[in-house]
């Protein structure tokens, strides 16, 4: 079946722009997390979605950073007014289990390849 | 503040030697899960432990939970240059109805042939 896919796969932009980037879940999957990752280094937690519920805001850097989830699937991440300290690569990934309520297993997670973006 | 701390940072070895990483945290987790992330890709999960104590094989990768839950630690025998990459740890849990995830920065291993 089809994995977690993100488009573009590279975005280049100029400081000041704004930028979308967008996530297509495994279907069914009713968790969405959105990660940010610098060269070579860990994931930093950005925003996460659950179901209808609302969403988990507390990683975004600031308040240029929104991301919204239509239908429960497809997720956008826009980033307005970007600076350089924005370039990073941005993961998106989906879980069926973020539930504590969930029957079984745990919250694995399944990633898509990333958006490199480069803000000039 | 939940913290996991990864070590090492950075891992350059020659093949057939063994290495190991750790995740360690004064946290208790209810899973812990190791991916590993190659260049241009997102991480791929190898592993999810949930029980302390436990121990579990993926060919010459062997992973452990600490039996308090709060740590683990990964252990590769005989490396191969294919075993490049970032490797990741994830504790889980509970944030309320949610199950959320701590992540370790990650161990770079690089495996010269």
């Known amino acids: 079946g089809a994995g977690v896919s993100q488009s573009p796969s590279n975005k280049v932009t100029e400081k000041g722009k704004d930028v979308e980037l967008r996530c297509d879940p495994i279907s069914g999957h009713t968790a969405l997390y959105w990660y940010r990752q610098s060269l070579g280094q860990g994931l930093e937690f950005l925003i996460y979605?659950?179901?209808?519920?609302?969403?988990?805001k507390s990683g975004l850097p600031s308040d240029r950073f929104s991301a919204e989830r239509t239908g429960g699937s497809v997720s956008t991440l826009t980033i307005q007014r970007t600076q350089q300290e924005d370039s990073a690569v941005y993961l998106c990934?989906?879980?069926?289990?973020?539930?504590?309520?969930?029957?079984?297993?745990?919250?694995?997670?399944?990633f898509g390849p990333g958006t490199r973006l480069t803000v000039l | 503040t939940q913290l996991l701390e990864q070590s090492p940072q950075f891992l350059s070895i020659q093949e057939g030697e063994n290495l190991t990483v750790y995740c360690n945290s004064s946290?208790?987790?209810?899973?812990l899960q190791w991916y590993r992330q190659e260049p241009g890709e997102g991480p791929v999960l190898l592993v999810t432990v949930v029980t302390g104590g436990e121990v579990k094989k993926l060919k010459r990768l062997t992973f452990q939970f600490g039996d308090a839950r709060k740590d683990s630690s990964l252990h590769i025998t005989a490396a191969q240059p294919g075993d490049t990459g970032l490797y990741l740890c994830a504790g889980e849990y509970n944030a309320g109805n949610n199950r959320k995830l701590i992540w370790g920065l990650g161990t770079s291993l690089a495996v010269n042939p």
């Open positions: 990934a989906s879980s069926s289990r973020g539930r504590t309520s969930a029957q079984s297993s745990y919250n694995e997670q399944f």
């Open positions: 946290s208790v987790f209810s899973s």
């Open positions: 979605f659950q179901g209808n519920s609302a969403p988990d």
